[in-house]
């Protein structure tokens, strides 16, 4: 994106804040009102609604509804590359979630929410290999204990 400035986007802990159910309703009846021609902002507007939910039923359909507006709509791809990494960030899916940053920043590479959203996600995915690797040496430490304490049940036995 040489010469163009960065899209402006929420800050990645935004994602975390419910929307407050009145203005939930109030989407959700917009949304309604439309169908079956369901305008690009209300399409937009419920899907963010739906991923900032502490429910993740609604955060799969908004993420569902963020897929859509990406297929539908190129005009706003690059916006939508962003909600999508970000949903997938907030359910865990983080090598999916970097799939979508990387398209982003590929095209955008100094937009300051996508290089938040890029350390946070460098984040959990190095917290959660480090705890990944406990559990594993925790495993392997406690067959390692079975197993010696088999060996010397069966040890004492023979003699």
């Known amino acids: 994106m040489s010469g163009q400035t960065s899209i402006h986007l929420p800050e990645p802990s935004a994602i975390q804040k419910p929307v407050p159910i009145e203005e939930f309703l109030q989407i959700k009846e917009q949304y309604d009102s439309e169908h079956p021609l369901i305008t690009l902002q209300t399409k937009f507007n419920l899907a963010w609604a739906l991923v900032c939910s502490e429910n993740l039923q609604q955060v799969q359909q908004g993420l569902t509804l963020f897929c859509t507006v990406y297929r ?5 791809r690059l916006e939508t590359l962003y909600y999508i990494a970000l949903t997938q960030y907030k359910i865990k899916q ?31 995915v190095t917290t959660e290999g480090y705890i990944g690797m406990a559990v594993v040496a925790g495993a392997v430490v406690s067959a390692a204990a079975l197993v010696g304490w088999a060996s010397k049940r069966m040890f004492s036995r023979r003699r």
């Open 72 to 76: 539908d709509f190129p005009e706003r």
């Open 94 to 124: 983080y090598e999916e979630s970097r799939r979508y940053l990387n398209m982003l920043l590929a095209k955008d590479p100094s937009n300051p929410q996508a290089l938040r959203l890029k350390s946070l996600l460098y984040n959990a």
